[in-house]
């Protein structure tokens, strides 16, 4: 079995149908499909280049058309914007309502340890969503107007925070921000994606050994970049010791990290955790 724990519909010029016919072609059986509730002021035209312009991001209202049409191959995900003063109201009737099972990804402009945003994962555990975010911090050079600094779910010391003033919540870790610091030097890395010798002292796996309750998805460039720095061996021996904790997503629909993966030997037991396992067990299928 393989679950792709990070996936989104409606861009790539694929909906969800194409998102079903992809996941075949990969072997895939589910994916978890994220959204991204985030105002229009807050995210990069850039983005146009893959989402449909008749949306702002990527809208719940996609997941929930997906997950109709195809109940048994996508897991439902949503993170309203926790800044909303009804963002608990809206996510426990997404819950209700459309059998949500995920909160995210969450990506917009906020800090890890603000109160409001504290509450919302609070919930999330009571209500047992894994919380998937996506940390980017802010570049070293602001880069020059017009273009924005878009940074999101600022930073690796603020999830610690949040890690221990929510211990019953499951956190995912994801993107750039989150990976860079599997290295000793992810606070000075001047590379949004450093791809250099991972040196020790890596604030990711000192975070996941101290708390139980962070997890990380592999998806995307910032997933299989960190897994694949030198030193040979770095990235095999981090899979082997967070594999109870580690996720296979993809966020793109390419067969990158599953190529990857092979080529680490990994024992079957570790290769199954990582491609499904832990998966389940956060979000058990109902079938
Ligand atoms: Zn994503």
Redesign the pocket.
């Known amino acids: 079995m393989l679950i792709d724990s ?1 996936q ?1 519909t409606n861009w790539h010029g694929k909906d969800c149908a194409a998102v079903v016919a992809d996941m075949d072609r990969a072997g895939i059986d589910v994916s978890w499909l ?1 959204s ?1 509730e985030v105002p229009e002021h807050e995210y990069d035209p850039g983005y146009y280049h893959v989402f449909d312009p008749r949306d702002v991001g990527l809208p719940f209202t996609r997941i929930v058309e997906a997950c109709t049409r195809f109940p048994s191959r996508f897991v439902a995900g949503y993170a309203p914007d926790p800044r909303r003063h009804d963002c608990i109201e809206r996510l426990e009737a997404a819950v209700r309502m459309h059998g949500v099972k995920v909160y995210g ?1 969450l ?1 917009v402009r906020i800090l890890f340890d603000d109160p409001d945003v504290l509450r919302v994962f609070r919930r999330c555990g009571e209500l047992k969503l894994p919380v998937v975010f ?1 940390i980017d911090i802010p570049a070293r050079e602001r880069p020059k107007p017009p273009a924005r600094d878009y940074w999101y779910c600022v930073d690796i010391d603020r999830l610690e925070t949040a890690l221990k003033a929510c211990p019953e919540t499951i956190f995912v870790g ?1 993107a750039p921000g989150f990976w860079r610091h599997i290295s000793g030097d992810g606070y000075t890395a001047p590379e949004a994606y450093p791809k250099g010798e991972v040196t020790p002292g890596g604030r990711v796996q000192a975070l996941m050994r101290q708390y139980p309750n962070l997890y990380a998805d592999l ?2 460039g910032s997933g299989l970049t960190a897994i694949s720095r030198p030193p040979q061996g770095q990235g095999r021996a981090f899979l082997l010791e967070f594999q109870d904790r580690l996720l296979f997503g993809r ?1 793109c629909f390419d067969d990158r990290l599953m190529d990857c993966l092979k080529t680490q030997d990994l024992p079957r037991e570790a290769f199954d955790k990582i491609t499904h396992r832990n998966a389940l067990r956060l979000v058990p299928l109902e079938r």
């Open positions: 990070h989104h994220l991204w990804e990506k996506h994801h998806s995307a966020d």
